[in-house]
């Protein structure tokens, strides 16, 4: 069954004192592309579990903008605590005596002040996590990202089986405005040997070369005759309809066949003498730009 690219999930695992979150959420690109959101406190090398990360989510998924954001939250009450940079503190301290020594006696009023330390930019910090929890939690983080990444396929499955479904509602849509068209050839066919004849006595009435009479009758088979028109679109929808049964990816083939199914009924509108037709060709062209729609949301 064909996928989407729209979906959403979340995960959420508690490992050491630590509550890890993954959020993924999938809308429609091109290509796979996918962008993480780091957290602020995380210990580790996170170029590291971003490469592995990356892999896991490539095996699963081929089209669609992943947006990855991972939370960790510090659920133990003594490390939610800020910390103090020690020895930036003593290096501000140290500072600020030596300039009052090398200012003078007199030459500078008031003292260097605890609020105004404290809003000294990096002093006071996120506590971090200890050392050797990096390796522990960033196991954990795939595993959750395991977890994740397989609740939104299955999301992004279920919104493929409803846009499947749409899909073929429209093929059948377009089959019966195919059907309609071919019921209409043997008039068409009809009217193009009256054309033909009348053609045919208008040139026979004149000294005409039978190379010209000839060129003639091409031309106006030509502007006229969509058998082969209705036979590509016919075989269009045969290979649409195989293709939707299958489970590979299937979007960027459906547009293709959008684009091909549309040149189609261009030709037959551009051939068009009868109003009939021309109604049917505009109407199978609206149903092609539907499908398009639907393309562009499948994987």
């Given amino acids: 069954m064909p996928s989407s690219m729209t979906g959403f999930s979340e995960q959420t695992s508690n490992v050491a004192g630590f509550r890890l979150v993954w959020r993924l959420r999938s809308v429609n690109h091109r290509y796979l592309d996918i962008a993480f959101r780091r957290p602020g406190n995380w210990p580790g090398n996170w170029h590291d579990l971003e490469s592995q990360a990356s892999k896991r989510l490539q095996a699963r998924f081929a089209r669609g903008h992943l947006d990855c954001e991972l939370t960790l939250q510090n659920e133990q009450e003594n490390n939610h605590r800020l910390e103090l940079d020690q020895t930036l503190l003593q290096d501000l301290y140290h500072l600020a005596t030596e300039a009052k020594m090398a200012l003078g006696p ?40 395991e977890i994740a990444a397989e609740q939104l396929e299955l999301a992004r499955n279920r919104e493929g089986e409803a846009l499947t479904h749409v899909v073929r509602q429209l093929l059948d849509e377009f089959a019966t405005l195919l059907g309609r068209l071919e019921a209409l050839l043997p008039a068409l066919r009809q009217e193009l040997k009256r054309m033909l004849l009348a053609r045919v006595n208008e040139l026979t009435g004149t000294a005409v070369e039978p190379s ?85 949301n499948l994987e």
């Fill in 106 to 145: 007199g030459t500078v009023e008031g003292s260097l002040s605890l609020d105004r330390l404290l809003s000294w930019p990096g002093l006071v910090r996120e506590k971090s996590l200890p050392e050797n929890d990096d390796a522990d939690l960033a196991n954990a983080a795939l595993e959750v990202l």
């Fill in 212 to 296: 010209e009479l000839a060129r003639e009758v091409a031309i106006l088979l030509n502007r006229m005759e969509i058998a082969e028109e209705v036979e590509r679109l016919r075989m269009h929808l045969r290979e649409l309809h195989a293709l939707m049964a299958g489970s590979a990816p299937v979007g960027r083939k459906l547009d293709f066949f959008c684009q091909e199914l549309n040149r189609e009924a261009n030709t037959v509108c551009s051939k068009s003498q009868n109003s009939a037709l021309t109604r049917l060709g505009v109407e199978m062209k609206l149903v092609i730009e539907k499908l398009r729609e639907q393309a562009q």
